[in-house]
Every structure is written in C-alpha cells, then in structure tokens.
C-alpha cells in the first residue's frame, strides 16, 4: 500500500483516538454533499458490518479487479480472519452536489468505509449505470489512516492507484492538495475540541434542494455584480443575499409541502438595507416588502415589483403586520431582539426568519454577563432567550455565506396554545420590562383615571391596543453619523497631536540633549496614560467617536505608531529602510503621483525637523515641495449600506 504523505499530532494526544473519528466527519459532511447511511446503524453513528458486507462494494462487474481493492480495504489481511462479528463499521454514501457547474456532471458519489478495529476510513468513487450497476472509479480510491507509533499519533494518506489519479476540481481533489491540505487539517480538527458552540450548516434543509436552487439563483443574479452602485464590495453583498433568499425559499418550500399549502408566503423585511433579498423574493414570486430607515441609490435600479419603504420602525402597535406569513431581520442590528417579539404580537400564525449580527439589546448595546462562552454565542443565546419567552419554538441553524456571522434563528411555531394567548402576552411584557429596568431606560408612563377616580397605568404590564410598548427605544437616526474621527475639527484634532508628541517628546528631550546628530524620537506611553494628558472635555468629545482616542492616534500614522496598546513616534527612517528591503513581488509600488501631496508633519513641528532629507521623504517639506493630489477625496457617504 504506498503512503503518500503522513502528518504527525503535536505534543502528547493521548485521547486521539477519539478526536479522529469526529475531525474525519467534519471532512465527511461538508456542506455540499449529501449523507446517506447505507443498512441502518446501531450504537450512535456504528454498524456491525462484518466481512460479508464488503461485497457490496465489490459487484459482478468488478470481481475480476476485487482482490486490490478489498486487499486495500483491509489492509493485507483476509476479511474472515481480521474482522470478526464483534468488529464495528461504518458504510454510508455521499453525494456531491457542486458549487459551480464546471462538467456534465452534476452529481457524484461516494462510499465511505469506517474501519473503527483499525483506525482508518476509506473512500471509495463509482458510478451507476441506467441498471442500478455499480463500477468502482480504482484510481481515486484513497486512504485516512491513524497510527500510534514511537509514542506519538500520526496520519498517513494512502492512494491505491496513485499514478492513475484524475482529478476534477469537484469530487476529487487533487493528490497534492490532499496531502498538504487536507491532512494538516484534519490534525488541527482532532486536536481541537469539536464540540461546536452552533448547529452544522445547513441542518434544518435538504441540501440537495439548497444546493441546485443556489446555483439557479446565482446563475440568474450574477449580473448584479456588474451594475451595483453602492459603496460596499457587491461579491459579498450580492451572493450572499442570494444564498440567503435560497435558504428562505426552501424552507418556505418545504413548508408548503408540510402545511400543504398552495399559496407562496408572504413577508415583510424589517431593517431591509439595500433591498437586494427583498428583490430576490419578491422576483420569485413571494409577496412582501422591505422597510428600512434610509434609502440606498440601488432601490432605483428593481423596477416597482420590489416593495421597498423609507421609513423608521419603532416597536409598538403601529408596527404590527397581522397579514403577514413572516418578517425577516437579515442583520437587522438594533432592531434584531425586536422582530420576535413583534412577529409574536402580530398574529398567532406570524413567524420570523433572524440572521444577528452587531450586539443590541432591546434599549441599546448587549452587555456581555458570561465569560465562559464567545461574544457571539452568548448574544444568540439572548436572542433565542427572547424568542422563547415571545412563545416561539425557535430553531438555529448556520448559513453557508461569506460571513463570520452566519447563524440564524427561525420561529416557525408557538410553544403555547391560541387560547393561552393572554397568558403569553403577559410574559413577554414582563420580559421587556425587566430588560428595561435592566438598561436603566426612564420611560414616562401615561396615566389615566377610572371610573372611581383612581390611577390607571397604561405599562407593558397591561398592555392594551395603541399602548408604546417600544417606549425608550432608540431608532437608527436618517441620516448616518460618520463617528471614525475623520469629521472631528482638524484644529481639534491637530491640538491633540501636538499635545500627546510634546509629551513623548519630553520623555527623552534631555537624552537627546539637542545634538543634530541625534533626532528625538521620544518615549512611549499607553493609551490610558495619553488619555490621563487629556482634558475631560476632549475625553468626552471623542469618547462619541468609535474608536476613540485610539481611532484618533491611529488616524494621524504619519506622527504615530500605535502597537500593543502604546503609543510611539513613527520613524520614517526605520520605515524607509523597511520599505527598501521588501523582496514581496505582491506588493504594489507607491505611485509617484501619491507622494508629496500632504505636508510632512514633523518638517513643521518637531523641534529637529524630519530626520529624513526632502527627496527621501514621502511627504512635502514646505509649500514649494508639496503637489497637487492625483486622487479625488472620497466623500462620506451617507447612503451606505
């Protein structure tokens, strides 16, 4: 059996054995491939085989070329005397469903073996004639084997006909990639602990239903690339909101087939942003529209099927949709903890689709109380809290997007019956009000007198028709508010330099003592100790500012260099010698149009001047040096997404 490659486990991996097996099906159960366990199973995800059972693998049509193969299998030695009826397997086939349509082709299958005896699993390629005929692609059959020698876990890669290898780019993998990639891979997956915080992707849906309506939706939308006039990165935006309308769509689909319903559902996009999902949907028959708070330049280009409002949404019996099959929050931000609870009030039948993304609470930011888990899985966590107490069943599961925020929740059904619907309304009131206590959210309630002359509170307590139950919360403003320092006074912002450089500056003045030959390029302080320099009224000012001082300090990198969290005096020699000695072939050379074409601060202010003459120096030394930028400015956007 020839080893083409092997890979050794760091340190002591005693427990490895066990971390094998659920790093091999990582690899297995990929998103674009379906899973189909052959015989039943017994004892979780293992059956009792038996040697018997390896002819299934091997039909008529390939007796004469078995022994290789089944030799391969079992690693030399004869099935009746290496497995016995006590020997566990596991046999299960997979289909792969491409990405992209790249052949003929669109399907391929896969046996996989599980040999838990001996540590191995192999996989084996065939086809199917119109018969039901099985043939058994020999070279690219291949090997994942796990040994334990000289006290240390290894994984070694074999191939039973590598020099008749053929790859595809689809189901088979080129050999090298196999090797270099795959292996180191599944060494880290073993090693780490595979006990994820979310659901596998794409668990609540027929994959092969995902996969074609994808493809289909890709093929139909990629056009979008080209004429997308917003601001931000149209590959990203564009499929991913078609993977998302393709998740909808199937799982509506699937719906229909469960409810047996005729007709398509219909929607309502809260927080809608560039309304491409809502486009995609309403284009593929789904009634609905999005609202958003501002209008993006791209609602122009839909056409007057797509539905789109400019408008804010504030949580109360104004925004209710009772008409509505379901609303959706594809990273709706603050208004994410809302949509449960308003697909909750609208109607017994509404149900919500939510993708989170930043961290919102119901009057503000979430503020983290776990460290034992990630931000992000505590912040789903919440928002399947809210969901419960609102009366959903609510399921997760995991997007396939090109996002790190790819896990979604959906309310397809009430844990609650119609009738206790009362019951349930007062326990999403409580709810909201403890958050509300929580945020330390002061809310005016109104008041009114009975009959008897006695005070009445209209509360989300007792919530009654036409009540402000969103009372306190806070709406996305219109217009969008640039908050990285860039709109900040530049007197303001040039008196901060000055007055944080004279402080590295004086941290080292008298070592420097003057001398032409030695440029001060003073000490180092941390962010909290600049801050300390700083009065409580600049502190304020940009404490309103993402980021902050530190978003400030890094902004102004010709003076500063922030690392570690201290702040240092740049040294354009140290960077000019850097620059100079870049081998990297990737790397872009700076235009010659690009330089001289902003003062060089340190020429102006600092007490030596530029430690760099004026032909070395990026920057222009005084009026006569400086050139007219061969760049428009960028304007601030206030449309984008």
Same mark, same amino acid.
């Given at each position: 059996?020839?080893?083409?490659?092997?890979?050794?486990?760091?340190?002591?991996?005693?427990?490895?054995?066990?971390?094998?097996?659920?790093?091999?099906?990582?690899?297995?159960?990929?998103?674009?491939?379906?899973?189909?366990?052959?015989?039943?199973?017994?004892?979780?995800?293992?059956?009792?085989?038996?040697?018997?059972?390896?002819?299934?693998?091997?039909?008529?049509?390939?007796?004469?070329?078995?022994?290789?193969?089944?030799?391969?299998?079992?690693?030399?030695?004869?099935?009746?005397?290496?497995?016995?009826?006590?020997?566990?397997?596991?046999?299960?086939?997979?289909?792969?469903?491409?990405?992209? *349509?790249?052949?003929?082709?669109?399907?391929?299958?896969?046996?996989?073996?599980?040999?838990?005896?001996?540590?191995?699993?192999?996989?084996?390629?065939?086809?199917?004639?119109?018969?039901?005929?099985?043939?058994?692609? *020999?070279?690219?059959?291949?090997?994942?084997?796990?040994?334990?020698?000289?006290?240390?876990?290894?994984?070694?890669?074999?191939?039973?006909?590598?020099?008749?290898?053929?790859?595809?780019? @689809?189901?088979?993998?080129?050999?090298?990639?196999?090797?270099?990639?795959?292996?180191?891979?599944?060494?880290?997956?073993?090693? =780490?602990?595979?006990?994820?915080?979310?659901?596998?992707?794409?668990?609540?849906?027929?994959?092969?239903?995902?996969?074609?309506?994808?493809?289909?939706?890709?093929?139909?939308?990629?056009?979008?690339?080209?004429?997308?006039?917003?601001?931000?990165?149209?590959?990203?935006?564009?499929?991913?909101?078609?993977?998302?309308?393709?998740?909808?769509?199937?799982?509506?689909?699937?719906?229909?087939? =469960?409810?047996?319903?005729?007709?398509?559902?219909?929607?309502?996009?809260?927080?809608?942003?560039?309304?491409?999902? @809502?486009?995609?949907?309403?284009?593929?028959?789904?009634?609905?529209?999005?609202?958003?708070?501002?209008?993006?330049?791209?609602?122009?280009?839909?056409?007057?099927?797509?539905?789109?409002?400019?408008?804010?949404?504030?949580?109360?019996?104004?925004?209710?949709?009772?008409?509505?099959?379901?609303?959706? !929050?594809?990273?709706?931000?603050?208004?994410?903890?809302?949509?449960?609870?308003?697909?909750?009030?609208?109607?017994?039948?509404?149900?919500?689709?939510?993708?989170?993304?930043?961290?919102?609470?119901?009057?503000?930011?979430?503020?983290?109380?776990?460290?034992?888990?990630?931000?992000?899985?505590?912040?789903?966590?919440?928002?399947?809290?809210?969901?419960?107490?609102?009366?959903?069943?609510?399921?997760?599961?995991?997007?396939?997007?090109?996002?790190? *925020?790819?896990?979604?929740?959906?309310?397809?059904?009430?844990?609650? #019956?119609?009738?206790?619907?009362?019951?349930?309304?007062?326990?999403?009131?409580?709810?909201?009000?403890?958050?509300?206590?929580?945020?330390?959210?002061?809310?005016?309630?109104?008041?009114?007198?009975?009959?008897?002359?006695?005070?009445?509170?209209?509360?989300?307590?007792?919530?009654?028709?036409?009540?402000?139950?969103?009372? !306190?919360?806070?709406?996305?403003?219109?217009?969008?508010?640039?908050?990285?320092?860039?709109?900040?006074?530049?007197?303001?912002?040039?008196?901060?330099?000055? #007055?944080?450089?004279?402080?590295?500056?004086?941290?080292?003045?008298?070592?420097?003592?003057?001398?032409?030959?030695?440029?001060?390029?003073?000490?180092?302080?941390?962010?909290?100790?600049?801050?300390?320099?700083?009065?409580?009224?600049?502190?304020?000012?940009? *404490?309103?500012?993402?980021?902050?001082?530190?978003?400030?300090?890094?902004?102004?990198?010709?003076?500063?260099?922030?690392?570690?969290?201290?702040?240092?005096?740049?040294?354009?020699?140290?960077?000019?010698?850097?620059?100079?000695?870049?081998?990297?072939?990737?790397?872009?050379?700076?235009?010659?149009?690009?330089?001289?074409?902003?003062?060089?601060?340190?020429?102006?202010?600092?007490?030596?001047?530029?430690?760099?003459?004026?032909?070395?120096?990026?920057?222009?030394?005084?009026?006569?040096?400086?050139?007219?930028?061969?760049?428009?400015?960028?304007?601030?956007?206030?449309?984008?997404?």
């Amino acid at each position: 059996m020839p080893k083409l490659f092997a890979v050794k486990f760091p340190g002591e991996c005693r427990s490895l054995p066990e971390g094998f097996w659920p790093a091999v099906d990582v690899w297995v159960n990929k998103p674009h491939v379906v899973n189909k366990r052959l015989c039943g199973a017994t004892e979780a995800e293992r059956r009792d085989v038996g040697a018997g059972a390896l002819g299934f693998l091997l039909d008529d049509n390939t007796a004469a070329s078995a022994s290789d193969v089944l030799s391969f299998l079992t690693g030399g030695v004869s099935p009746s005397a290496g497995h016995d009826e006590e020997t566990l397997w596991c046999f299960s086939v997979r289909t792969f469903i491409p990405k992209v *349509k790249r052949c003929a082709s669109t399907e391929h299958k896969e046996a996989i073996l599980k040999d838990f005896d001996r540590q191995r699993v192999t996989f084996l390629p065939f086809e199917e004639d119109e018969e039901g005929g099985v043939c058994l692609r *020999k070279g690219n059959i291949y090997q994942i084997q796990l040994l334990h020698q000289d006290e240390q876990w290894a994984l070694e890669l074999h191939a039973l006909s590598p020099e008749e290898w053929l790859s595809d780019g @689809v189901a088979f993998p080129k050999l090298s990639w196999l090797s270099t990639d795959l292996l180191p891979k599944l060494v880290r997956w073993a090693t =780490e602990s595979r006990s994820s915080e979310f659901r596998s992707t794409l668990s609540l849906l027929p994959v092969e239903k995902y996969s074609l309506v994808y493809q289909q939706l890709k093929d139909k939308y990629r056009e979008m690339v080209k004429v997308w006039p917003e601001v931000t990165d149209p590959e990203k935006f564009v499929y991913e909101d078609v993977a998302i309308a393709t998740y909808l769509l199937v799982l509506w689909a699937e719906e229909r087939a =469960e409810k047996h319903l005729t007709d398509k559902q219909s929607f309502v996009d809260l927080g809608c942003g560039n309304g491409l999902l @809502v486009h995609i949907l309403c284009n593929e028959g789904h009634p609905g529209k999005g609202i958003d708070v501002r209008r993006r330049k791209i609602w122009d280009t839909y056409g007057p099927r797509t539905l789109l409002e400019e408008k804010a949404i504030t949580p109360s019996e104004s925004f209710l949709f009772p008409g509505t099959d379901w609303l959706i !929050g594809n990273h709706s931000d603050e208004l994410t903890p809302w949509i449960p609870v308003i697909a909750a009030r609208s109607s017994y039948s509404c149900r919500y689709f939510v993708l989170p993304c930043c961290f919102f609470d119901f009057y503000g930011k979430y503020q983290r109380r776990q460290c034992k888990k990630s931000q992000y899985k505590e912040y789903i966590d919440f928002i399947t809290e809210v969901s419960q107490t609102s009366g959903f069943n609510t399921e997760e599961d995991c997007l396939r997007i090109p996002s790190t *925020k790819r896990v979604c929740l959906v309310g397809k059904s009430r844990n609650y #019956q119609p009738s206790d619907e009362a019951q349930a309304e007062r326990r999403r009131a409580h709810y909201i009000q403890s958050r509300r206590s929580l945020a330390g959210v002061a809310v005016q309630v109104s008041q009114a007198t009975d009959d008897r002359g006695s005070c009445r509170c209209n509360a989300d307590t007792d919530r009654t028709p036409g009540s402000d139950w969103g009372a !306190g919360f806070q709406p996305r403003e219109r217009v969008e508010t640039v908050r990285n320092c860039a709109a900040l006074p530049r007197d303001f912002v040039d008196g901060v330099v000055l #007055q944080v450089t004279d402080a590295l500056l004086g941290m080292t003045a008298e070592e420097s003592g003057g001398s032409p030959g030695v440029w001060n390029q003073g000490g180092s302080l941390s962010v909290r100790e600049v801050a300390e320099l700083l009065q409580q009224e600049t502190l304020q000012l940009l *404490k309103k500012e993402c980021g902050g001082l530190q978003t400030l300090l890094k902004n102004n990198h010709q003076v500063f260099r922030v690392e570690g969290g201290r702040v240092h005096i740049r040294d354009w020699r140290t960077m000019t010698e850097r620059n100079a000695s870049r081998t990297d072939a990737k790397r872009k050379p700076v235009a010659l149009g690009a330089l001289k074409t902003r003062p060089c601060w340190f020429h102006a202010h600092h007490p030596q001047g530029c430690p760099l003459q004026a032909e070395q120096c990026s920057f222009a030394h005084g009026a006569d040096d400086l050139r007219p930028s061969t760049r428009p400015l960028k304007k601030i956007k206030n449309n984008a997404i």
